[in-house]
């Protein structure tokens, strides 16, 4: 199948646009598709630069720009070189100036500016890596989110990804032969605790995976029978200390932290 490339152009991080472009991408799995990013293109020569990199053969142009003067030398470049572009805030800019009925000030310094909600992601994020694999036990208390499970299971990126979103995530891995950690057992009863559920295949899948990568296998660690018992001893404890479950399986990361977002939110 031949590739097919989108080219994204952005004077910032390139976030917004990645993001959407690659929801969109998810919507056609049977294409391969490439995505090529030009992030901080804030002037013509890095402009001139970018499109110098751009095929005209089976590709499409996103840009995320402020400067009405970039737009149009962008609009220009894909008329001439044939390369389909649209821009990814121009039409909802328009859109909410219809809405407001005042201009917009179009300051690219305004979508990155540190306020309170900055800083609170920076607490949160510091918060999150001292608090990762069981970690910082004594503060488990503070945290807006305590997640449980065993080995595997994604609580550590479930919970970096939550710490950008603003949230003071802990993550704890639970073991059988040691049991509830006595700090988290401090927490019966309390909400904000979630137990990561996974159906043994799967984790599994994801051990193996793991061992193959550190070039070891401890005992039991990739053995089904083995994760049969310690997924089900973990629900045994999950239901005996009062802790909510979520099952992980085939669940993206973005999804799970959706739903934890959702039940933080329900508690406070």
């Known amino acids: 199948m031949k590739k097919k490339y989108i080219y994204l152009i952005s004077d910032s991080t ?3 646009g990645e993001r959407f472009t690659n929801a969109l991408i998810t919507q056609f799995p049977n294409d391969e598709i490439v995505l090529e990013k030009f992030n901080f293109i804030d002037d013509e020569t890095e402009l001139q630069s970018a499109f110098s990199k751009i095929t005209d053969k089976g590709s499409i142009l996103f840009h995320t720009v402020v400067s009405k003067k970039l737009k149009k030398k962008i609009e220009v470049f894909g008329k001439e070189k044939k390369v389909p572009s649209f821009d990814l805030t121009g039409p909802p ?16 310094q305004s979508i990155h500016r540190i306020d309170a909600a900055y800083n609170k992601r920076i607490d949160a994020i510091e918060f999150t ?6 970690v910082g036990g004594i503060t488990l208390k ?28 802990a993550n704890v891995p639970i073991v059988p032969v040691v049991g509830i950690p006595r700090d ?12 990561f559920s996974i159906t043994p295949s799967k984790l599994q899948e994801m051990r ?6 550190l ?3 401890p005992k039991g660690y990739t053995d089904l029978d083995e994760i049969k018992k310690e997924i089900h001893w973990a629900r045994q404890m999950y239901e005996a200390y009062g802790w909510e479950t979520i099952d992980i399986t085939g669940r993206a ?5 959706a739903l934890i977002m959702k039940k933080i939110r329900k508690e406070k």
């Open 14 to 16: 390139g976030e917004l």
């Open 208 to 213: 193996i995976k793991r061992a193959a990568g």
């Open 253 to 257: 990361i973005e999804e799970t932290a």
């Open 93 to 108: 800019t328009d859109f909410m100036t219809k809405f407001l009925n005042v201009k917009p000030v179009w300051d690219i």
């Open 142 to 169: 503070h945290a807006d989110a305590v997640l449980v499970g065993p080995s595997r299971t994604s609580k550590t990126p479930t919970s970096i990804y939550l710490a950008t979103k603003g949230f003071s995530v």
């Open 184 to 195: 988290l057992a401090l927490l019966k009863g309390d909400p904000k605790v979630i137990g």
């Open 129 to 134: 890596i001292n608090h990762d694999d069981g």
């Open 215 to 217: 070039g070891s296998n």
